[in-house]
């Protein structure tokens, strides 16, 4: 569709663009060719033409990626994402009709926050999203890789000693090293080196997930074991879903910053349509992410956060156990 083809050009190009604007075009396309999200939007009684503000948009539960098939017009997917879950688990699925956005999206908000990734080697313990196939986080890691012009292999499953070598080569060769993993890959390896390896300067990214291979633990305690064993001064970490095609970043204490896609808000914690009270402490986090042009731009996630003036936020816990990136905590 046309509509599609300009609005991915908008997000690819270098300069500014107004970001409500833009949402509300966008919400006004899926409002009308994303069959699933329009009859959300009829159920509730809502006239696309008379929302005026990002607050007064109705966000689609994230529990839809699951039972239906979100997609904005009709198109042959060059790629599904799913997921991570058991056989006995409902997997949501978030079909995409072409890598080249996500990939130019994500590189952009990666290089916003953290420099070239030419500068980088990107050295990733991911095993169950690999073994598992089909993750987002997966495929954007592996553009990463091959963007950075790397020698390095880029991917290990439990295979340390490898993972390590490349470290120290890397380093050797003046490059800066990201080591991205899954939360309980990355406590596995502070374990076995216990302090004892240099990682001076080496960016640690946890990207949030026990996966039922360890008992779930709150950041504090995750990061504080983490920098102990990796002997850095804090931890990074990733916020980022199956269900989105943007990602937000923390550089540590646990506050992330949205992507230039990306906006957050909070809903009432009772009342999932009420987003008006700007200033409370905490609620559900709705985002809008304008690279969702294929499914829905505007998810209603189970996360609980707490927004700050400067569009910074906190992911404080979750409504129950479900799959995301960049979150640790359950609610106590």
Not at 156 to 169: G, P
Not at 249 to 263: H, L, N, Q, V
């Amino acid at each position: 569709m046309e509509f599609k083809t300009q609005h991915a050009s908008l997000l690819a190009q270098p300069q500014p663009f107004d970001f409500l604007s833009t949402a509300l075009a966008l919400f006004r396309f899926q409002a009308q060719h994303n069959l699933i999200y329009k009859n959300y939007l009829q159920n509730l009684h809502v006239n696309p033409e008379e929302v005026q503000a990002l607050e007064q948009i109705p966000f689609l539960p994230i529990e839809f990626f699951k039972e239906q098939e979100v997609v904005t017009g009709t198109f042959s997917p060059e790629t599904v994402f799913y997921s991570s879950g058991t056989t006995l688990q409902a997997r949501s699925r978030h079909l995409v009709s072409s890598l080249e956005l996500y990939h130019r999206v994500s590189e952009r908000i990666f290089e916003s926050f953290y420099g070239p990734l030419q500068d980088y080697v990107v050295l990733a313990l991911l095993p169950s999203y690999l073994e598992q196939g089909g993750s987002s986080l997966v495929a954007m890691v592996d553009h990463f890789i091959k963007r950075s012009g790397q020698e390095e292999e880029g991917f290990y499953l439990r295979n340390h000693a490898q993972l390590l070598q490349a470290l120290r080569q890397a380093r050797a060769r003046g490059k800066k090293v990201l080591l991205m993993g899954v939360s309980y890959a990355l406590l596995d390896l502070a374990e076995e080196l216990k302090g004892q390896e240099d990682f001076a300067g080496v960016t640690v990214m946890e990207t949030g997930g026990m996966k039922g291979r360890r008992r779930e633990m709150i950041r504090e305690e995750l990061h504080a074991q983490l920098t102990k064993g990796f002997n850095v001064p804090s931890i990074h970490s990733e916020y980022g879903m199956t269900e989105l095609l943007s990602q937000g970043y923390s550089k540590g204490e646990g506050i992330f910053w949205p992507g230039y896609t990306m906006r957050i808000l909070l809903r009432d914690l009772n009342d999932p349509f009420d987003m008006s009270n700007s200033t409370r402490s905490s609620g559900g986090i709705n985002v809008v992410d304008l690279a969702n042009v294929d499914s829905c731009a505007f998810i209603e996630t189970k996360d609980i956060g707490r927004l700050h003036p400067d569009g910074s936020f906190e992911v404080l816990g979750r409504f129950d156990n479900s799959d995301i990136r960049g979150c640790n905590l359950l609610l106590s």
